[in-house]
């Protein structure tokens, strides 16, 4: 199989071969994994007993694919990743916001599925075969899963798809065993250890909607066009792209968060998850533990490599697809370090996936708005002027600016993260809201309102808003 060529270039028609069904695939496959599986282990963490841990993830979960999954009709209309396409909105520079946003969630969470995967890896091996569990091994193993899924990313997309299809059958299959494995010790109720995070029940029911639920459609705002960019509008109707990427979502969330869910409560795991899972598991289902804590990581960890390739080529146009991907895997590998040897696995992750959730959510109301706004009709070749390292065209606004949507993602951005509740960062609108994080409400109201009030506020006092075009140089 040949190297995938295509950066963040338009894709020809020749070459979008995929189908709805393909997207199923790829984001099931892809995220039964332990870095998505481990989100299910947060609301446990938090002090929440079973019900109200799985309801909290899955209206946390319905409510982000609702907001998310449109965003693949984008790509399907542009052909090129979504951080490109949202130039339409931002310009063809302002677009860097949202390359910046999606490099630093797919960095996020790169370095956290291969961080649990391979906890996960050296406490199976250990009962296996007596591994030894210190800094050497963790050290071997995270090389190895990084090198493997560096492998992956590297290839691109047409191989993802592939190992995707394969995890989605395998990866099922031993998450099913896993019920049965984990089943005589499940309890309802959260560990003792393990008071309500946040002090009392609904503040810290929300907290779980929003950490372990909505964070993980959120994840995907700037990854889905990196799959239905593929697919062809000729042959596939927006609908049912738009219903594959839905039904994809759900599943391949839900379903790794309520295992995670379930063995956090049967293994007693509040604090950690990773030493109770591989310590309450039954002897004969460690072969198949380390086979999905591998397998699955490097599945997750290579879409999301691959994911930060594009973002980091569309920030610098001179650098190749794969050289980019290279550049951020050492990136990536040495968060996993730091992850392992300095952070504490509840504290970080909370506070990484409510913050960037903050951040990233204004952004992905705008481009849907913008979406929404031109029909779907966009002009591919004039998204693609910042990456020639030319000027003018279609999205050109001012300097490759559009201030008007810059300055609400901004106003949205800040007024979420001065909103967010976060083991290690409390914002001051607390205060007004009782305690309760409201920061995705909050950031999606106020980049939305203020992106359609300037709009407006545009069109009465000059003409329409349109971009400001200028003739384009080379």
Known sequence: MPV?????????????????????????GSNLCLGVIVFGWLPV??????????????????????????LGLVSLRTATNLSTSSGAAFGVRGRLVG??????????????????????????????AGLPTGGLAHTLVYALL??????????????LLRLSKVLAVGMTALLLLGLAAYAPDLTTAAPPDTPYLLGSFWPTWVLSAVAAGLSGP????????????????????????????????????????????????????????AGPLVAASPAWYLVPLLVAAAAGSVGNAGLMLYSMGLDLDAILPRATRTRATLVVAVVATAFVFVGHFVWDAQSAMTSFVLLLTAVGTPWAVITLMAHV???????????????????????????????????????GAAVGLVSVATPLYEGPLLALTGGVDCSFVLSALVGGVAYAALRERAARTTSPEGPVAEPAVS
Do not use: K, M
């Not at 039904?247 to 604090?271: D, E, N």
């Open 146 to 159: 990084a090198a493997c899924t560096v492998v992956c990313a590297v290839y691109g997309y047409r191989l």
């Open 218 to 273: 959120i994840a995907f705002i700037t990854l889905l066009g990196d799959y239905t960019r593929y697919v062809s509008p000729l042959r596939h109707s927006p609908r049912r792209v738009l219903g594959a990427t839905c039904l994809g979502l759900v599943a391949g969330l839900l379903v790794p968060q309520l295992f995670g869910t379930y063995t956090a409560l049967a293994a007693r795991a509040g604090l950690d998850y």
């Open 373 to 411: 706004r031109c029909g779907g009709t966009y002009d591919a070749e004039a998204l693609q002027v910042y990456n020639r390292r030319a000027r003018g065209g279609a999205y050109w606004f001012r300097a490759g600016w559009n201030p008007r949507a810059t300055l609400s993602w901004a106003l």
């Open 99 to 128: 390359s910046v946003v999606g490099l630093l969630l797919s960095l996020g969470y790169t370095a956290l599925t291969l961080w649990i995967g391979g906890d996960v890896v050296i406490g199976t091996l250990a009962r296996l």
């Open 4 to 28: 995938e060529q295509r950066g963040v270039d338009t894709v020809p028609e020749a070459e979008r071969t995929s189908t709805p069904r393909d997207l199923i695939a790829i984001l099931l």
């Open 45 to 70: 963490s938090f002090g929440l007993g079973l019900w109200p841990s799985v309801t909290s993830v899955v209206a946390g979960t319905l409510v982000g694919v609702a907001v998310t999954a449109p």
